[in-house]
């Protein structure tokens, strides 16, 4: 800028990766889509510096997306998986090898955990799961075959806060990469890259996306040895991602943080609602002031998106099935940033090794998983007290 003031990331985002050479352009690069690109000379054909040469690496449109994800994410290099899991996945297949050992932290989203445990060993690689309260103790576990830390703040189920900071500070003492998915912070609110990360990885499927069409991963990094790993395993792999789910989520993109405060706000309404009844035993939400990890996430976050849980007392399935299927306005399916609510129940207990939750029964009540969309706050609220006047109801029937 002429004043030389580094300009809003609302405004950043609005504009970022078009191109600044073409007079004129729409305003998000349309899908380009190509398997074979034509060269009009041999000379170009065998240059070593050509920008497009296959499809299978990327169009206009991925190059313009990927510079919106490296201002988003204050990283240089940004590669594009075709899911979130995947861009994950490939993430710990990069740094991993026949021999290696991981940590994982024990929240990770639970089909991270079917890979480890399954894929990778396979390979010969061993994963250990972590407390993701375990701080600066990482180092205790760290071995001279550690290959990756793989990090998720919050977990997208129990919403524990992990010391970013503090595990990559034990990361970079033992030289080993931290790898922190960053969907629950939309790469807004939270910037792992800044905060002592290695890569920072998102499910753009979820608030980037924004509207529950397309699937998408986004692995963003500095550390040019960690992009040569990743650029090489994706590239090796044949990895690829569709023109059309890029320009869509790049679309997103766009209104990302003019959506980001009303999850946030909407999110906030419903949790402190919930934490008032006494028919809920507890709520997941790190902007409470109640979340044991409330102060890490206000040191380490600038704001906080709609995704949280709650715990429902101890039911009967009658309950909970009158419950879920009083919702009006919450929708009852997986995955979540898209612009409406959803709300179902999480069976943590069957995912958990090192830090366990009790399974649902005479003790403990299930617990429950809210995106907040974009509806009114007080319409969501209405919902919810009338799903709770079923769960009574089927109660008192028995
Ligand atoms: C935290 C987190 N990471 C990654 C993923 C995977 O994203 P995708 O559905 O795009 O594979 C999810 C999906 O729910 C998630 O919650």
């Not at 397309?214 to 991602?241: F, H, W, Y």
């Not at 399935?317 to 399916?333: I, S, V």
Request: include cysteine.
């Amino acid at each position: 800028m002429a004043d030389g003031k580094k300009k809003d990331e609302a405004t950043r985002l609005v504009s970022s990766g078009r191109p600044k050479e073409r007079p004129s352009h729409p305003v998000t690069h349309p899908p380009e889509r190509a398997s074979t690109i034509l060269f009009p000379t041999y000379e170009d054909f065998t240059a070593t510096e050509r920008e497009f040469f296959y499809g299978r690496f990327g169009t206009r449109t991925h190059r313009a997306f990927e510079a919106s994800i490296g201002e988003l994410e204050a990283a240089e290099h940004v590669y594009l998986a075709p899911s979130g899991l995947a861009a994950v996945t490939l993430s710990l297949l990069a740094f991993a090898q026949p021999g290696s050992h991981i940590l994982v932290t024990d929240s990770a989203y639970d089909p991270v955990r079917g890979y480890c445990d399954r894929f990778l060993k396979r390979m010969q690689v061993e994963t250990e799961y972590y407390d993701p309260h375990i701080g600066s103790d990482i180092a205790g576990l760290i071995r001279e075959n550690t290959a990756a830390i793989l990090a998720e703040s919050p977990g997208s189920l129990t919403f524990e806060i992990q010391d970013i900071p503090a595990l990559g500070s034990a990361a970079k003492q033992a030289g080993v990469p931290l790898l922190v998915d960053n969907t629950w912070s939309a790469g807004v609110y939270f910037k792992p890259l800044d905060h002592g990360a290695t890569v920072s990885i998102q499910a753009a499927t979820k608030y980037i996306g924004g509207h529950s069409d397309c699937l998408l991963g986004t692995i963003a990094m500095n550390d040019p040895s960690a992009e040569r790993k990743v650029a090489n395993c994706l590239r090796q792999i044949g990895s690829n991602v569709s023109a059309d789910d890029v320009w869509l989520a790049h679309r997103g993109l766009r209104t990302l943080a003019a959506r980001l405060p009303v999850h946030q706000s909407n999110g906030i309404a419903l949790a402190r609602w919930l934490e008032a009844r006494d028919d809920v035993v507890c709520v997941l939400h790190p902007a409470l002031e109640s979340h044991p990890d409330h102060e890490l996430w206000k040191r380490d976050f600038t704001g906080a998106t709609g995704l949280f849980g709650f715990e429902l007392p101890p039911c009967s399935d009658k309950q909970l099935t009158a419950f879920c299927n009083a919702l009006e306005h919450f929708g009852m399916g997986y995955s979540w940033g898209g612009f409406e609510s959803l709300c179902i129940p999480v069976p943590v207990h069957k995912y958990r090794t090192v830090s366990p939750r009790p399974e649902p029964g005479p003790e403990r009540g299930p617990l429950m998983r809210i995106h907040a969309g974009l509806e009114s706050a007080d319409d969501l609220i209405m919902d919810l007290e009338q799903a709770f006047a079923a769960f009574d109801a089927a109660g008192k029937q028995g």
